[in-house]
């Protein structure tokens, strides 16, 4: 068998991964124990992000012709992909955690829902917080009004009683 033959299904996984993908980033991994890497694994399929090692060659061979194409720039190094089809920046933001206690460990680049973006622009999307956070805090916001109304009601119905 070719090792051309061999090489086509690593080439078609990581196409089919990226093909439907909110995000995909680029991370350098150099420098990341054991330890930590299980835990960081374990905390992005959690979020449903596929973290993988792939051999640059087979990245560079499956970006070509998609929107991830731009990536290819930066293929040189120890690479991993990280891809999620639903939470735009839940690998951004995982990554960018993990990368504060592993000063070796970077974000390279990525594309998040169409559009390219370098280093500082990961880093920056990793600081969003994620839709439930949001989801959330405008809850809270909605709440807040309704909630400081009951209490003058009540405090307006303690003092006429």
Excluded: W
Excluded at 59 to 72: I, Q, R, S, V, Y
Excluded at 117 to 145: C, V, W
């Amino acid at each position: 068998m070719a090792k051309v033959e061999l090489k086509k299904p690593v080439v078609e996984e990581i196409s089919n991964s990226i093909k439907d993908a909110a995000s995909v980033v680029l991370v350098n991994y150099k420098g990341i124990n054991v330890e930590q890497d299980t835990q960081m694994r374990k905390e992005l399929r959690e979020a449903g992000v596929v973290y993988k090692v792939y051999k640059n060659t087979m990245m560079n061979f499956a970006f070509k012709g998609t929107p991830c194409e731009e990536l290819c720039q930066h293929l040189e190094g120890t690479n991993a992909l990280a891809v999620c089809a639903e939470d735009a920046t839940a690998p951004a933001r995982i990554l960018a955690k993990y990368a504060k206690t592993v000063p070796t460990l970077e974000l390279v680049a990525g594309i998040v829902e169409g559009t390219y973006y370098d280093q500082t622009g990961m880093e920056a999307l990793s600081k969003i917080p994620s839709r439930e956070e949001l989801l959330g805090k405008l809850l809270g916001s909605i709440q807040s009004p309704i909630a400081n109304f009951a209490r003058v009601l009540n405090q307006i119905a303690e003092q006429q009683a």
